[in-house]
C-alpha cells in the first residue's frame, strides 16, 4: 500500500561558519490516511526542521537535504517545482505553530483572514467566502463567528487564536496536518480543548495528523504512533500503547519515568539529567551515551542499529545488539 506521507532516510545539513552540521540525519518515518502520529523530543532534537522540511520551508541558503527522500503519495515532494509545492502547501498539507500570533496577521481582521485562505483554496464569491467563514469558525467552536469575523487577532484569547489558526489550514481540507506544539501556549483546560478540537476535525474529516510535542501526556491523549527524536535522530518509534508499556529505549523510558501520571508515582518524577547534545557536538557513537545509565564501551564509538521488535516498533540501541550487554 502506498503511504500517505513517507519521509525516507531524510539527513539535513544546516551551513555554519565552521561548515556544515547535521541536524536531522537519517530519519523515516510514515503516516496513513486519518493517523495521528506524534513526533516527540526536546528541543533542538530535530522534530521541528524535520517537519518544515516536508513543506521544504527551510532556508535554501541554510539548510540542504543532504540525503533521503519525502514522498506525498508515493511522489517526491523534493522533486518538485516551487510551483508544484505552493499546491502542496495550499492544499494537501497544512500547517499550525505553537503561538498563533505570529501567524496571524495583527492589522487585519479575523474575517479577512479566514476568508483570504478560503479563496486561496476555492475559486468563490465574496459572499461565498464569507458565507464558509463564518462556517469554518463556527466548525472548530468558536462562538458567535459572524462577531468574531470584526475582531482584530489581539482582541481574542491564545485559545480562540488557535482555533482560528486551525480554521485556516483546515480551509483547504488537507490530507495531511502537521500541528507543531499547537498546545504549548495555552493553559492546561485550554489545551485539553484544542486537542479534544483536533481529535474532532479528524474523526469528521479523516485528516491525517503529525502532532509535534515534548509532551507525552499530549501524545497519550492523541496519537496512534508515535516517533521519539533524539538529536536529530530517530531512537524508538511504534504504536502508543506498545511504546508506552514497553519503552525500549533508555531515553524513551527516561522520558516515561519523567512523568507521574504514567509512574503513578506522584514523588518520583526524575527528570534525565543532562542535556541534548549541540549538533556541532554529535557524537561518533551513541548521541544518548552521554546521559544513559545503561551506557556500554561501544556505545561511545559505534553508532547504533535499528533493531525491530515488530509491529513497526522499533529502536536504535546497542543494548538489543545480539551478544550485548
Ligand atoms: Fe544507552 Fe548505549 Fe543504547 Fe545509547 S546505545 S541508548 S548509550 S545503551
Ligand atoms: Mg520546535
New binding site residues.
Given amino acids: 500500500m502506498t503511504k500517505l506521507l513517507e519521509i525516507d532516510n531524510l539527513s539535513i545539513e544546516f551551513a555554519t561558519p565552521s561548515g556544515p552540521v547535521e541536524v536531522v540525519n537519517g530519519v523515516s518515518l510514515d503516516i496513513e490516511p486519518g493517523q495521528t502520529l506524534g513526533l516527540v523530543g526536546e528541543s533542538g532534537s530535530g522534530k521541528s526542521v524535520t517537519s518544515l522540511s516536508v513543506l521544504r520551508l527551510l532556508p535554501n541558503n541554510l539548510a540542504r537535504v543532504a540525503e533521503g527522500d519525502i514522498r506525498l503519495n508515493g511522489e517526491s515532494l523534493l522533486g518538485m517545482s516551487e510551483k508544484q509545492m505552493q499546491n502542496v502547501r495550499g492544499n494537501r498539507i497544512s500547517i499550525i505553530f505553537q503561538e498563533p500570533m505570529t501567524a496571524l496577521n495583527p492589522v487585519f481582521k479575523i474575517g479577512r483572514q479566514v476568508r483570504e485562505a478560503v479563496r486561496q483554496h476555492n475559486k468563490m464569491s465574496g459572499r461565498a467566502a464569507q458565507k464558509k467563514t463564518i462556517e469554518l469558525l463556527s466548525e472548530v467552536g468558536i462562538p458567535s463567528p459572524e462577531q468574531v469575523v470584526n475582531v482584530y487577532p489581539h482582541q481574542l484569547s491564545g485559545g480562540m487564536r488557535q482555533r482560528v489558526m486551525i480554521a485556516m489550514a483546515m480551509a483547504s481540507n488537507p490530507e495531511v496536518l502537521i500541528a507543531d506544539e499547537p498546545t504549548t501556549a495555552l493553559d492546561v483546560t485550554i489545551q485539553a480543548q484544542i486537542l479534544d478540537l483536533m481529535r474532532k476535525l479528524q474523526k469528521e474529516r479523516g485528516t491525517a495528523i503529525i502532532l509535534i510535542t515534548h509532551d507525552l501526556g499530549v501524545v497519550a491523549e492523541l496519537c496512534d504512533r508515535v516517533c521519539i527524536m533524539y538529536a536529530g535522530q530517530i531512537v524508538e518509534q511504534g504504536d502508543v500503547k506498545t511504546l508506552f508499556k514497553e519503552p525500549k529505549?533508555?531515553?524513551t523510558a527516561g522520558l516515561l519515568k519523567s512523568m507521574p501520571q504514567f509512574t503513578g508515582k506522584e514523588n518520583q518524577l526524575q527528570a534525565i539529567s543532562g542535556q541534548v547534545p549541540h549538533p556541532a557536538d554529535y557524537a561518533e557513537g551513541?548521541q544518548?551515551?552521554g546521559r544513559?545509565s545503561?551506557?556500554?564501551e561501544m556505545?561511545d564509538t559505534v553508532e547504533?542499529e535499528s533493531y525491530d521488535f515488530g509491529n513497526g516498533h522499533r529502536c536504535k540501541?546497542?543494548?538489543y545488539k545480539e551478544g550485548a550487554e
Fill in positions: 529505549h533508555p531515553y551513541c544518548f551515551a544513559c545503561s551506557r556500554m556505545c547504533p540501541c546497542h543494548l
